[in-house]
């Protein structure tokens, strides 16, 4: 069986792209260029003070005699502003207010001592291990951008036909004729703005949390034990900044 060649069967650019010189007119921009020296740079649309509360359970692979330390990083993983385009409707975005998304999630190194199995009396020994989890989150905050932000303009389509009479055929008078539009023509005008997508800056984040054993089995002096579950509450605050390009006059 032969092999298809694309090169045989689709367009043939040699032959139907325009190699003629182009042409170019002045363009307007949302902020007008035309006495004005202008920039492109990113401008900060609001920083915002985020708060969420998560609830984790976390098994350990070893006995844990205590915790040492545990060191921990947010990382944002998605921050993305929900906009109307700049002629749609107020109805869902009133007061220059936007749905931020954001999800991401806290890393964690967990640093603990596991007992040496067999110990007793009032020394326990115990070996130094850590643990590296990820507790994610995600949620929606509605945000006040103040009129600060460029709405996308919202792509057109439009379609156009022509009008064309044509014979009905055998069976019908030669005098009537369909008229319409020819089924086998396809016409259009299009319109595709690409907007500045806005976007966010991680600056702060503060973490309160409480670490409590679910499982403590005690063993040896009253106060020694050892536990492979605890669970995790946490308050998480961070501070992002919603940023977007946008041209501005110098001076």
Request: include cysteine; charged fraction near 25%.
């Amino acid at each position: 069986m032969k092999k298809d060649n694309c090169h045989d069967q689709c367009v043939n650019l040699n032959a139907s792209a325009s190699v003629d010189r182009c042409t170019n007119t002045g363009a307007d921009t949302p902020v007008n260029p035309a006495d004005e020296l202008t920039i492109k740079v990113p401008v900060e649309l609001g920083a915002y003070d985020v708060t969420t509360h998560l609830v984790a359970n976390i098994k350990f692979p070893y006995p844990v005699l205590e915790i040492k330390d545990i060191k921990k990083r947010v990382v944002i993983t998605q921050c993305r502003l929900m906009t109307r385009t700049s002629t749609g409707s107020d109805d869902l975005f009133s007061d220059g207010e936007f749905p931020l998304f954001i999800k991401g999630y806290v890393r964690k190194n967990i640093q603990y001592a596991s007992p040496v199995y067999g110990a007793s009396g009032e020394c326990v020994s115990s070996d130094m291990k850590s643990l590296t989890t990820k507790v994610h989150f995600e949620c929606m905050t509605t945000v006040d951008l103040n009129g600060f932000v460029q709405l996308p303009v919202a792509n057109t389509r439009r379609e156009f036909d022509f009008f064309r009479a044509q014979d009905l055929g055998e069976g019908f008078p030669e005098k009537d004729q369909a008229l319409s539009s020819d089924l086998s023509q396809y016409h259009q005008e299009s319109t595709q703005a690409y907007n500045e997508l806005p976007y966010c800056e991680l600056v702060a984040s503060d973490i309160i949390e409480w670490d409590e054993a679910t499982d403590r089995h005690s063993y040896g002096p009253v106060d020694e034990g050892y536990f492979h579950h605890i669970v995790e509450k946490m308050m998480l605050r961070f501070r992002v900044k919603v940023l977007q390009k946008q041209q501005v006059e110098l001076g």
